[in-house]
């Protein structure tokens, strides 16, 4: 198909820190300094963090290939890289991320810049955090982040290597951590002992399929989207009306970037409401997210998520027709997820679309990057 692309908006370098910001961009930059500039607690439904919902304890699944992974892509770095992407871990680098394409708050080492063994080091690292589909989905937005490129011709903005590696501590050294950050791809990672957390997961495209170039046919986000829409056309009509908060879409994802500290009531319809049919169709749409880390983990992570399944919600915005646009979220004390369908950016629509889609994966409470984890470590382990 022919895309529609909007030429109307400036060309803000994402390579580079640009030297003028539009007015939007100045607003946007501001109030995520004051975003960062917060003690982080974590989302939250009240301000208050629970405590007591991550307890240290050993899973027994291995994280020496994650570790080994990470060594390895430093050790693969010139002393100049390797000083970019390093960072401690306990510092503001973790919550610098952006989903958005301009060069704002970037850190670490562009992948851009990396000689090809080193980049593929560093997917090396991503994969061994990932289950094959969480990592095929990672790679695939960034394929699509070069066919956006391609789409425009804006090389400035876009491509396939424009994202950021930072290592948070020292792999194998106590607990550690790495991050990739970029347009539409944010991963986060955290390594304490044997327990792994992988939230903030932002996961985005604008479009979500190549119709040609170089990678033609790839697409993202369909499970997400058709398993979204199915559960809730799956839901009765008092359900429908029970799980719905409106019909306009927001326009971006409530928790995404500095967000941390958002305040999120439970809204919509509580798990316990549903019939036996509609609560595998929400533990099936929990699997899609949850199934993006790597096996073994994953299913620690599922076991965790159902023992909070009765205090569960589902909500939803926008219609539930086949060829509908619409947000939908599920909320509980320990995963919050989020989709969304986006107004155009790179491409010329003022309306939400189906062409441009953002999710999100967090731990409320605040664990996200791992923190209530790292609390109990340190207040265990004197540092």
């Known amino acids: 198909m022919a895309w529609n692309v909007r030429h109307t908006r400036p060309v803000v370098s994402a390579r580079e820190v640009p030297e003028q910001l539009p007015e939007?961009?100045?607003?946007?930059?501001?109030?995520?300094?004051?975003?960062?500039?917060?003690?982080?607690?974590?989302?939250?439904a009240d301000g208050t963090a629970v405590r007591g919902l991550f307890p240290m304890a050993p899973t027994g699944v291995s994280t020496d290939p994650i570790t080994g992974a990470a060594s390895a892509f430093v050790g693969a770095l010139s002393s100049g890289h390797r000083e970019q992407v390093s960072f401690p871990l306990d510092?503001?680098?973790?919550?610098?991320?952006?989903?958005?394409?301009?060069?704002l708050l970037r850190h670490g080492v562009m992948l851009d810049q990396l000689t090809d063994a080193q980049r593929t080091q560093a997917m090396t690292l991503l994969r061994a955090c990932l289950s094959?589909?969480?990592?095929?989905?990672?790679?695939?937005v960034m394929k699509l982040n070069h066919f956006i490129g391609e789409v425009t011709g804006r090389w400035d903005e876009y491509g396939e290597w424009v994202y950021w590696m930072s290592v948070m501590g020292t792999p194998g050294e106590g607990p550690w951590g790495w991050q990739l950050d970029g347009h539409?791809?944010?991963?986060?990672?955290?390594?304490?002992?044997?327990?792994?957390?992988?939230?903030?997961?932002?996961?985005g495209s604008e479009p979500v399929h190549a119709d040609g170039g170089t990678y033609a046919g790839t697409r993202v986000f369909a499970d997400e989207e058709a398993k979204g829409i199915a559960l809730m056309r799956a839901l009765d009509p008092a359900q429908q009306a029970k799980a719905t908060l409106g019909q306009d879409l927001p326009v971006e994802l409530f928790t995404a970037a500095f967000r941390d500290n958002f305040e999120m009531t439970y809204e919509g319809i509580r798990y316990g409401d549903l019939a036996s049919d509609q609560k595998d169709?929400?533990?099936?749409?929990?699997?899609?997210?949850?199934?993006?880390?790597?096996?073994?983990?994953?299913?620690?992570?599922?076991?965790e998520v159902r023992r909070h399944l009765e205090s569960t919600w589902f909500a939803w915005r926008g219609g539930a027709d086949a060829a509908s646009v619409f947000y939908y979220r599920i909320h509980s004390?320990?995963?919050?997820?989020?989709?969304?369908?986006?107004?155009?950016?790179?491409?010329?629509?003022?309306?939400?679309?189906?062409?441009?889609?953002?999710?999100?994966?967090?731990?409320?409470?605040?664990?996200?990057?791992?923190?209530?984890?790292?609390?109990?470590?340190?207040?265990?382990?004197?540092?």
């Open 91 to 103: 510092g503001d680098a973790w919550r610098q991320w952006s989903n958005i394409h301009p060069r």
């Open 24 to 44: 939007g961009l100045q607003r946007y930059l501001a109030g995520a300094h004051a975003a960062l500039a917060q003690p982080f607690k974590g989302i939250t």
């Open 184 to 203: 539409h791809l944010i991963v986060n990672c955290v390594v304490v002992g044997d327990q792994v957390v992988m939230t903030p997961m932002f996961m």
């Open 281 to 303: 169709g929400l533990l099936d749409l929990l699997g899609v997210y949850v199934g993006r880390i790597r096996p073994g983990h994953a299913e620690i992570r599922m076991d």
């Open 132 to 140: 094959e589909s969480g990592f095929t989905t990672a790679r695939d």
């Open 333 to 383: 004390p320990v995963i919050l997820v989020e989709f969304d369908h986006q107004r155009g950016i790179a491409l010329d629509n003022d309306q939400p679309s189906r062409d441009h889609i953002h999710t999100v994966v967090r731990t409320p409470n605040g664990n996200d990057y791992g923190k209530d984890l790292l609390r109990q470590h340190y207040e265990r382990f004197r540092h």
